[in-house]
C-alpha cells in the first residue's frame, strides 16, 4: 500500500557531509510524522530525528547541530554534515502514514559508512 524509498548512502571521509532522501508514494491521505532511525553494528536502532507534517523537528542530542531533517511533501531529507566514524549504520526511514487509519512503514535502509 505505502512504500518508502531510501537513496543518498555511501561512503564518505571524517569531516564530509552526504544527504539522505527517502520518498513515500502509494495510497496516502496525510503522514503526520517522518523519521529517521539508525542502527549500528551491534547496537539497538536508535531515533536520529523527527519532522511532523508541521515541520516541527526533534534530534537525538548525538547529531543536534551536525543534522538536519527536512521534508518536501511526501519526501523527507536528511543533511549530514561533519560527519563522524561513529556515523557509520544503517540508516533507515519511518513514517506514520493516514489512510482509512494510521500505519507504520519502514523503507529498506541505506549503508552511510564514515571511513578514512
Known amino acids: 500500500q505505502v512504500q518508502l524509498v531510501e537513496s543518498g548512502g555511501g561512503l564518505v571521509q571524517p569531516g564530509g557531509s552526504l544527504r539522505l532522501s527517502c520518498a513515500a508514494s502509494?495510497?496516502?491521505?496525510?503522514?503526520?510524522?517522518m523519521s529517521w532511525y539508525r542502527q549500528a553494528p551491534g547496537k539497538q536502532r536508535e531515533l536520529v530525528a523527527t519532522?511532523?507534517?508541521?515541520?516541527t523537528t526533534n534530534y537525538a542530542d548525538s547529531v543536534k547541530g551536525r543534522f538536519t531533517i527536512s521534508r518536501d511533501k511526501n519526501t523527507v531529507y536528511l543533511q549530514m554534515n561533519t560527519l563522524k566514524p561513529e556515523d557509520t549504520a544503517v540508516y533507515y526511514c519511518?513514517?506514520?502514514?493516514?489512510?482509512?487509519?494510521?500505519?507504520?512503514?519502514w523503507g529498506q535502509g541505506t549503508q552511510v559508512t564514515v571511513s578514512s
Open positions: 519532522i511532523s507534517e508541521g515541520a
Open positions: 519511518n513514517a506514520w502514514v493516514s489512510t482509512t487509519g494510521v500505519r507504520n512503514y
Open positions: 502509494g495510497s496516502i491521505f496525510s503522514i503526520p510524522a
